[in-house]
C-alpha cells in the first residue's frame, strides 16, 4: 500500500511540490501577507472621537493627522536616533569585525564569533534590563565616576539639554547607548562576512606596489567592506525605529514612531492612527533597502 | 620591498591596537549580563546599589518559588513549545519544496519567510493586531502561538535548507535505486540527515519565541509571557531581587541551548545568526 502511494506520488512531482508548499504557503498567505493587508487597510478607516469606534469607511484623514507638527517631530527623532545608533554600531563594530576577520587564529575566530552571536540570540528584555542595572542613578556608572572623580563631569552632562536628562537611565544618552549594546551584534556579523570575502591577494597586491597599511585599508579594504556595513545598517536601523521598549523605559517623555504606534492601538484604541504611524518605518525601511541593494549590501548577507 | 620592510612594526603595532579594541567591544557585549549574575545574589533590595552591599543566596529559593513567575514561564514555554512545532512543519516543508524544484516565485518565498523578521517587529506586531481588530478575534493563548510562529519558521527554513544543499540529492537517488520507497528514503536517509539542522533549528525558534517581547505585545492582551512579566516589573518594580534571579534565569535558560546549537552546526554556516 505505502510503495504504492509512493510510486503514485514519485510519478507526479508537481503534485508533491504542491503538497509540500500548500501549508507553508496558506500560513503566510492568509495569517501574515492577510494582517500586512489589513494593517494597509486599517490605515484608510478612521476612529470617531466622540464614541471612540473604528469607523470603516475609506478616508485620508488618518492619514493627514501624520503631517501634524507633533507627528512629524516623532518622525524625525526617532530617524535622527537610529541613524545615530548606526553610526556608532559601526564604529565599534568594525575593529572588533577587522580582528576576527583578519588577525584571529581560527580557535580565537570560533571563540570570537560564539561571543557575538551568545548575546544576538539572548533575552533581549534581560539585556535591556541589565542597562537598568548600569545606569541607575546608584548603579555602576555612577560609581565609577565617583571613583575616578568625574562625577562632576557626569552631573553637567546630565544638566546638558537634549543629551541630558535627571539621571543616565532617563535621557536621550541612555536610550542611545542601550540601543548601541542591544543591536551591536547584528553589525559585526555582516561586517565580519564582508571583511572574509576580500581576497588576501588584493591586500599582497596593494602593498607590493607600495602601499602603507594605512592606505591599503583606506583604498582597498574599506571600500570592500562597505557593503558590509550597510547590511548591518539594515538590521540597525530597522530595529532602532521600530523598537519601543527601550525608549519607553530609559527615554524623557518624548514619543518615538513605537511608542506612539503602542500608545494608539492601546490605550485610545486607535488602530487606524497607529495602522498609518506604520506605514512610516515600512516607507523608511523601502527606500533604504532600495538604496542599500544599490550600494551592494545585499551580496553581504 | 623597501617600504614593506619598514610598515612592518606599524602592522604589529596596529594589530595590537585592534586586538585590544576588539577585546574591549567584546567585554562591552558581555559585561551587562555578568552584572546581572552579581544582583541576583545582592542583599540590596530597594536599589541598584554598586557595589552590591553584601551577598545572599535566599532569593533564589523565593523567585523560583514566586507563583506569578511560575505562570509567566509556563506560559511561555507552552508558547514557545507549540510554535517550534509549527515553526518545524511549516519551515520544513517550504525549505523541501524550495531544494527540490524550480518554481515561479521561488525567489519570493524565501524573502516572504524572512520578512517577519526583517521588518521591525512592531510592524508584525501591529499588523497582527490589526487583522485581530479587523475581524473581531479575541486575544488567547492561540494568537501569541501564531505570531511567533510566523516568525520562527525562518530559521527552521534557514537551517534545513543550508542542509539539503550541503548534503546533496545523490544519497536519495542511491536509497530509490536500491529500492526504497519514498517514504522509506525520507525515514532512512533524509530525516537523519537533517536531524542535527531540523534541532537546531528547533532550539533557535523556541529561544527566539522565548524571548520575543515586541510582537507579543500586541497578541496577547492581558496575558503575560516570561519577558513580558519582567518587562512590567521594569516599569513598576514589585521585587527586585525576584526579577533579578528571573532574568539571571532567562539567560541561563536562553545560553545553553544556543551554545548546544553553535556545536551542533559547528564548522558550517547552517545557522544564519545574522539573519535573526
Known amino acids: 500500500m505505502l510503495s504504492r502511494v509512493s510510486t503514485y506520488l514519485y510519478l507526479r512531482p508537481k503534485l508533491v511540490l504542491g503538497l509540500l508548499l500548500v501549508p507553508p504557503l496558506l500560513w503566510f498567505l492568509v495569517i501574515y501577507i492577510g494582517s500586512l493587508i489589513s494593517l494597509l487597510v486599517n490605515s484608510f478607516f478612521s476612529l470617531d472621537s466622540f464614541t471612540g469606534q473604528i469607523v470603516r469607511e475609506f478616508t485620508l484623514k488618518t492619514y493627514a493627522k501624520l503631517f501634524e507638527t507633533s507627528n512629524l517631530q516623532i518622525f524625525a527623532r526617532t530617524t535622527i536616533m537610529a541613524a545615530l545608533v548606526t553610526i556608532a554600531c559601526a564604529a565599534l563594530a568594525f575593529p572588533l569585525s577587522y580582528y576576527m576577520a583578519r588577525f584571529a587564529t581560527p580557535r580565537m575566530k570560533t571563540f570570537l564569533y560564539i561571543g557575538v552571536t551568545l548575546p544576538l540570540w539572548s533575552s533581549y528584555v534581560v539585556r535591556v534590563y541589565s542597562w537598568k542595572l548600569i545606569l541607575a542613578q546608584e548603579g555602576i556608572v555612577s560609581w565609577f565616576a565617583r571613583i575616578v572623580q568625574l562625577d562632576g563631569l557626569l552631573d553637567w552632562y546630565l544638566s546638558l539639554p537634549i543629551v541630558g536628562g535627571p539621571s543616565l537611565a532617563i535621557s536621550s544618552t541612555g536610550v542611545f547607548l542601550v540601543f548601541v549594546y542591544i543591536w551591536l551584534p547584528y553589525m559585526v556579523i555582516p561586517i565580519q562576512t564582508a571583511l572574509e570575502r576580500v581576497p588576501k591577494s588584493l591586500i599582497e597586491a596593494s602593498s607590493d606596489l607600495g602601499a602603507k597599511p594605512a592606505q591599503t585599508f583606506r583604498n582597498v579594504i574599506l571600500p570592500l567592506a562597505f557593503p558590509g556595513v550597510i547590511a548591518g545598517s539594515i538590521f540597525t536601523f530597522s530595529l532602532t525605529l521600530g523598537d519601543f521598549i527601550v525608549p519607553q523605559l530609559f527615554g524623557s517623555s518624548a514619543y518615538t514612531i513605537g511608542r506612539a504606534v503602542l500608545t494608539f492601538q492601546g490605550t485610545s484604541n486607535n488602530i487606524p492612527l497607529a495602522a498609518a504611524f506604520t506605514m512610516g518605518p515600512i516607507l523608511i525601511m523601502i527606500v533604504y533597502l532600495l538604496i542599500a541593494r544599490k550600494l551592494g549590501a545585499f551580496d553581504a548577507l | ?276
Open chain 2, 1 to 276: 620591498m623597501l617600504s614593506k620592510n619598514t610598515s612592518q612594526p606599524s602592522v604589529e603595532r596596529g594589530s595590537r591596537w585592534l586586538q585590544a579594541s576588539a577585546i574591549a567591544v567584546l567585554l562591552f557585549l558581555h559585561i551587562p549580563m555578568w552584572l546581572i549574575f552579581l544582583y541576583s545574589f545582592t542583599t540590596d533590595t530597594a536599589a541598584y546599589t554598586f557595589p552590591p552591599p553584601g551577598l545572599t543566596l535566599k532569593w533564589i529559593p523565593q523567585a523560583l518559588s514566586n507563583p506569578e513567575m511560575q505562570a509567566a514561564l509556563s506560559l511561555s514555554i507552552r508558547v514557545a513549545s507549540l510554535a517550534t512545532v509549527a515553526a518545524l512543519i511549516l519551515g520544513t516543508l517550504a525549505a523541501a519544496a524550495v531544494y527540490r524544484s524550480d518554481f515561479f516565485g521561488k525567489e519570493a518565498i524565501s524573502f516572504m519567510l524572512l520578512l517577519p523578521l526583517a521588518l521591525p517587529g512592531i510592524v508584525t506586531g501591529i499588523a497582527m493586531r490589526s487583522a485581530m481588530s479587523l475581524i473581531s478575534i479575541p486575544f488567547s493563548y492561540w494568537t501569541i502561538v501564531i505570531g511567533h510562529a510566523t516568525f520562527c519558521v525562518v530559521v527552521v527554513y534557514n537551517n534545513v535548507l543550508a542542509r539539503f544543499r550541503r548534503s546533496g540529492g545523490s544519497m536519495i537517488e542511491a536509497s530509490m535505486d536500491l529500492g526504497a520507497n519514498s517514504f522509506q528514503t525520507f525515514w532512512h536517509i533524509v530525516l537523519p540527515n537533517i536531524g542535527t539542522a531540523l534541532l537546531a533549528g528547533a532550539i533557535l525558534a523556541f529561544s527566539l519565541s522565548f524571548d520575543e517581547v515586541i510582537v507579543t505585545t500586541f497578541t496577547a492582551g492581558q496575558q503575560e509571557t516570561l519577558p513580558i512579566w519582567i518587562l512590567g516589573q521594569m516599569f513598576k518594580p514589585r521585587s527586585r531581587p525576584i526579577t533579578n534571579v528571573t532574568a539571571m534565569l532567562v539567560v541561563i535558560i536562553t545560553a545553553l541551548p544556543i551554545l548546544l546549537a553553535q556545536r551542533i552546526t559547528a564548522g558550517s554556516s547552517d545557522t544564519e545568526g545574522s539573519n535573526k
